[in-house]
């Protein structure tokens, strides 16, 4: 089973920018399709974007163009820059990983937290 461990959370003013990072253990992470997902407060938990093991990524509307996943292989790591942040992008932000490469995630970390202030 794969560990996922998320980082780079914080409080940031409206408009301004973050980048969390999801560090995997183990030596199949390049064979896992990775996502974040992110559950405001009083919210259901979130899709918010994705990044085949091909590289190819999927964004939620509400992010599109302001968010950009990545993933570096080599580091075991994938990646979420997160741009023009809105107070409404507050929430805990968790990384996933899909090894079966049916959206049906079985690798979870335990969540940062983004706060943006208005």
């Known amino acids: 089973q794969m560990q996922l461990v998320e980082s780079g959370g914080g409080l940031v003013q409206a408009g301004g920018s973050l980048r969390l990072s999801c560090a995997a253990s183990?030596?199949?992470?390049?064979?896992?399709?990775m996502a974040w997902f992110r559950q405001g407060p009083g919210k259901e938990r979130e899709f918010v974007a994705f990044?085949?093991?091909?590289?190819?990524?999927q964004y939620a509307d509400s992010v599109k163009g302001r968010f950009t996943i990545s993933r570096d292989n080599a580091k075991n790591t994938v990646y979420l820059q997160m741009s023009s942040l809105k107070p409404e992008d507050t929430a805990v932000y968790y990384c996933?990983?899909?090894?079966?490469?049916?959206?049906?995630?079985?690798?979870w970390g335990h969540g940062t937290q983004v706060t943006v202030s208005s």
């Open positions: 990044i085949a093991r091909t590289g190819g990524s």
């Open positions: 183990g030596r199949t992470f390049s064979s896992y399709s």
């Open positions: 996933a990983g899909d090894s079966r490469g049916n959206y049906d995630y079985d690798a």
